[in-house]
């Protein structure tokens, strides 16, 4: 079969509408898969791919079995009905953000103004984020840089959605100048508030830095052997330990310890055996989750020969 290559912009949308989670079971596994459900590997249609996770892509791919329950339709109503519930879960996070203000003063129009020519520059940078390729992507998501002197949860929202839309194409060829840009737009923007009625939005904004972080290091690891990239989605997960810490927020603490364990279950999966490097990576970044600061710790020797050694390859 003639296999192209999925384009970027679908993947992402592919991979974003279920929030990278397979469409069909709900046991919370993680997709992996990108299935054409009319079992044609060139019709890259975005109303013919579904996400799967590894097992029901194996059932949905078994050929003239009896014990296929995944048909092509079956996928369709499963991914459609995934669709919905997720843009419906999105839909109800931004309402913590978008409460409606009582007794405007002059300076909450103000800001309330300011957000939305914010929001407004921020879709232009989106447009041209997917005009160019990856080379020039870093240059131009660098660019929301100058509005982050009007860091606010509302602005943040938007930065990091964006910030997960390309978190979810890491697969497609991310270089390590995104991830270095991803990571200093979430340190840029990730808004201080130590008050505790806007424990909520913290959460919230939190749980999409946890989400840009597996995608960065589950896809760098399996699908690119990048570990600069692995790395910069490790520090992310350390930042929001941090800050759970900081804050007294037990469940974003309890959720960068599950997203560990996520990795280490996933990067034992039998049917990938080249993955000993990139279990053992994550294992000396969570060993120093403790440590006060933002840099990378101290590795063991094999891993720096091996990161350097694929550093020479890219360039
Ligand atoms: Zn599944």
């Not at 900081?246 to 599950?258: A, G, H, M, S, Y």
Request: hydrophobic share 35%.
């Amino acid at each position: 079969m003639n296999r192209k290559r999925i384009p970027d912009e679908v993947q992402a949308e592919v991979i974003f509408k279920s929030n990278r989670e397979c469409v069909v079971c709900d046991n919370h596994k993680r997709g992996d898969h990108i299935h054409h459900i009319d079992g044609d590997n060139s019709n890259n249609k975005f109303e013919n791919l579904a996400f799967l996770c590894f097992d029901c892509h194996n059932e949905a791919s078994l050929k003239g079995s009896l014990k296929k329950k995944l048909t092509p339709k079956t996928i369709i109503k499963y991914r459609d009905h995934k669709y919905q519930i997720v843009a419906a879960e999105r839909e109800n996070s931004l309402k913590v953000f978008n409460a409606p203000i009582t007794g405007l003063t002059t300076e909450d129009l103000l800001t309330t103004t300011k957000n939305a020519v914010v929001i407004v520059e921020i879709e232009k940078i989106k447009e041209e984020y997917f005009s160019v390729d990856w080379n020039k992507r870093s240059d131009v998501i660098n660019k929301l840089q100058k509005f982050s002197n009007h860091a606010n949860f509302r602005v943040a929202v938007d930065v990091f959605n964006f910030l997960s839309f390309i978190a979810d194409q890491t697969r497609g060829g991310m270089t390590t100048d995104v991830a270095v840009s991803i990571f200093s737009l979430i340190l840029d923007f990730f808004p201080y508030s130590d008050k505790e009625g806007e424990n909520e939005k913290i959460i919230e904004l939190a749980n999409e830095c946890i989400n840009i972080a597996f995608s960065l290091t589950y896809d760098s690891t399996i699908y690119l052997k990048n570990y600069d990239i692995a790395m910069y989605g490790l520090t992310i997960l350390k930042f929001i330990y941090k800050k759970g810490k900081q804050q007294n927020l037990k469940e974003l603490v309890d959720r960068v310890n599950e997203t560990y364990n996520e990795f280490e279950r996933t990067l034992q999966r039998p049917e990938l055996d080249d993955l000993a490097d990139a279990l053992q990576l994550v294992r000396e970044f969570k060993s120093d989750i403790e440590e006060g600061t933002l840099s990378f710790p101290p590795l063991s020797d094999n891993l720096m020969k091996l990161i350097y050694s694929d550093r020479q390859n890219r360039k």
